[in-house]
């Protein structure tokens, strides 16, 4: 067996029991037949890439992480280590929480500077966006109408409409943004199951 089979078998295996589907479950999400996975759980088999991309999208992973070798499940990623962008002329810092990318989920720490203003960007249509504000107060427009957030409050709106966010306090806020991108191929797939 190769190494990259070994890999293969590992990973899907675990991750498949890690989301408490059985090989049948994840056969019909993925529109792969149980005997092809049940071949590649035992280290069998030679996937194309587009079976490959399909288990990865059923179990939301990125295909690369079905072939890489296993990792302890536990990773502790220091803050200095998250990547950061800064928006709104360094008004706003936007903070990635995932480590690895999950395909469609966008999980992101806001921290506003006194009163900035941030402009979303509208997403693919269908997309939802949900935000937490998690220190001071913040407002969240969504297509004209606006909404104060104190800590602790959530807010869900449609990610596709135009949307901003602005920190109501003198102080430094924070949120938390998590946006569930719509992803067409998903939607098909739901309706030939």
């Not at 295996?13 to 059985?22: I, M, P, S």
């Not at 800064?86 to 480590?99: F, N, T």
């Not at 913040?138 to 990610?159: Q, W």
């Amino acid at each position: 067996m190769s190494e990259i089979s070994k890999n293969l078998s590992s990973s899907l295996e675990y991750l498949r029991k890690a989301r408490g589907l059985t090989q049948d479950q994840l056969a019909k999400i993925s529109g792969i037949p149980r005997t092809t996975l049940s071949h590649m759980e035992s280290g069998g088999g030679n996937p194309s890439l587009k079976t490959l991309s399909k288990l990865a999208l059923a179990l939301g992973v990125p295909y690369e992480e079905l072939l890489i070798t296993p990792r302890p499940s536990c990773i502790l990623i220091r803050n200095h280590e998250l990547i950061k962008h800064l928006r709104s002329q360094g008004q706003v810092k936007k903070v990635e929480l995932l480590p690895r990318p999950i395909p469609g989920l966008q999980f992101e720490r806001l921290e506003f500077q006194n009163y900035a203003l941030l402009v979303g960007t509208p997403h693919s249509k269908g997309t939802r966006e949900y935000f937490t504000c998690t220190k001071g107060r913040i407002s969240v427009t969504v297509e004209g109408d606006s909404y104060s957030l104190d800590e602790g409050d959530v807010m869900a709106f449609p990610g596709d409409r135009k949307h901003t966010y602005q920190n109501l306090e003198g102080i430094k806020s924070e949120g938390i943004s998590i946006v569930v991108l719509h992803c067409p191929d998903e939607e098909s797939r739901k309706k030939r199951s």
